[in-house]
C-alpha cells in the first residue's frame, strides 16, 4: 500500500505563492501517473493538473500559465508551484497517484487565498 503525504499548504494573500509538495512511501518511475486535485466546499472534486504516464502533462484552464507540475523520480516527490494565486483557488488538495492498476490518494493539503 503506497502512502501519499502532502505538504505545503497554507494561508497566501491573493497574488501570492505556494509550492505544494506530495512525497509516496515507495518508488515512482516515469510510467506512473501523478496529480494534483482539489475540492472546495460544496464543489466536486476537480482535476487542477496531472503528469501522465510516459510524462506529458495537463493543467485544467484555470490554473493554465500560474500552476507547474513537476516530479523528482530520486526523490519519489511530486510537486506544484502555484503562482499569481486567486480567492478561487481555495480548497483542499489532494496528490494522486497511478500505479499499474491501482489508485492512491493523499489526504490532502488546505490551500486558502484571502483577498
Known amino acids: 500500500q503506497v502512502q501519499l503525504v502532502e505538504s505545503g499548504g497554507g494561508l497566501v494573500q491573493a497574488g501570492g505563492s505556494l509550492r505544494l509538495s506530495c512525497a509516496a512511501s515507495?518508488?515512482?518511475?516515469?510510467?506512473?501517473?501523478m496529480g494534483w486535485y482539489r475540492q472546495a466546499p460544496g464543489k466536486p472534486r476537480e482535476l487542477v493538473a496531472v503528469?501522465?504516464?510516459?510524462?506529458?502533462?495537463n493543467y485544467a484552464d484555470s490554473v493554465k500559465g500560474r500552476f507547474t507540475i513537476s516530479r523528482d523520480l530520486a526523490k519519489n516527490t511530486m510537486y506544484l508551484q502555484m503562482n499569481s494565486l486567486k480567492p478561487e483557488d481555495t480548497a483542499a488538495y489532494l496528490c494522486?497517484?497511478?500505479?499499474?492498476?491501482?489508485?492512491?490518494w493523499g489526504q490532502g493539503t488546505q490551500v486558502t487565498v484571502s483577498s
Open positions: 494522486y497517484l497511478g500505479k499499474g492498476w491501482r489508485d492512491y
Open positions: 515507495e518508488s515512482i518511475f516515469s510510467s506512473d501517473a
Open positions: 503528469v501522465a504516464r510516459g510524462g506529458s502533462t
